[in-house]
């Protein structure tokens, strides 16, 4: 818990306080509680309490897996025991700041999940990065190649010391498959992430110039099934998804030569499809 978070559940300060403090600390190298005490809106003895509470607070959730795990869905949903047995496949690993932890294209090998810390996710080609997004404590990374079974789709970098629990991939498929109700969750967050990859891949320059090529040349008729065709099937995987991201529709309609209706499609089946 961030120290501007205490001050304000424990009464000390508003929270419109800790976002004027929060702008000025954007232009400085001061931290949260410097800047409140030398305004005046907390003493020394406040900003000092505090952060004995925030540091035995951290301590206690360092070195007790389980009050973490129970705190993060979708490990939230098991059961103490549950919780125990998952906790001890895992492992504290601390980061420096610049670590990749995750390189894109290669086979992946472990599950992460965010203790303390930032990391930044990109897509790399031709020297050119760009940055789908940051995650933060309580977010996980590394469950994509994992489930899937195939290449990591971007690169993860710490961008400032970083403390994750760590799973290996034979521990975390055991216990997606041991708790059924982990599907749901991952399956949205796996659509999730793969949008915003996605997204690149349809940019005039993609981002990913493994999948790129796989994307250009194969056709829409190679992804049909008898219960879900969509478009034409000369069109491209690339056109298709296109007309569903840039329009923001769920589903495409499918038609056939004579343009009448055979079916409908929507980006889940797309982007499982090109997986």
């Not at 406040?46 to 301590?59: H, M, P, S």
């Not at 949903?77 to 919780?83: G, Q, T, V």
Request: charged share 25%; aromatic share 8%; net charge negative.
């Amino acid at each position: 818990m961030r120290v501007g978070e205490i001050l304000i559940k424990q009464g000390h300060v508003s929270e419109e306080a800790v976002e004027a403090a929060l702008t000025i600390q954007t232009t400085s190298r001061k931290k949260l509680g410097e800047i409140l005490r030398e305004q005046n809106v907390i003493s020394d003895t406040i900003l000092e309490d505090v952060l004995t509470f925030q540091k035995n607070l951290e301590k206690e959730r360092y070195e007790n897996k389980p009050s973490f795990l129970k705190q993060i869905p979708p490990f939230s949903s098991l059961n103490d025991i549950e919780i125990d047995d998952v906790s001890a496949t895992m492992e504290w690993k601390d980061f420096s700041p610049g670590e990749v932890l995750i390189r894109q294209g290669v086979p992946g090998v472990q599950f992460f999940l965010i203790k303390r810390g930032l990391v930044k996710a990109f897509l790399e080609e031709d020297g050119k990065e760009t940055v789908l997004g940051f995650l933060g404590e309580g977010e996980c990374f590394g469950e994509i190649s994992l489930l899937t079974l195939g290449p990591t789709t971007a690169n993860v970098q710490t961008v400032e010391h970083t403390l994750c629990l760590v799973q290996n991939k034979e521990n975390f498929l055991a216990m997606t498959r041991r708790y059924p109700s982990f599907y749901p969750f991952f399956n949205q967050l796996l659509t999730q992430r793969l949008r915003s990859v996605y997204k690149e891949l349809l940019s005039e320059n993609p981002g990913i110039g493994q999948v790129e090529p796989y994307l250009y040349r194969k056709q829409v008729q190679d992804m049909i099934s008898p219960s879900q065709p969509f478009c034409r099937g000369e069109h491209t995987i690339q056109e298709a998804a296109r007309e569903i991201v840039e329009k923001g529709w769920s589903t495409i309609v499918v038609v056939d030569d004579q343009k009448k209706p055979k079916g409908v499609l929507g980006l889940q089946e797309v982007v499982r499809s090109v997986l």
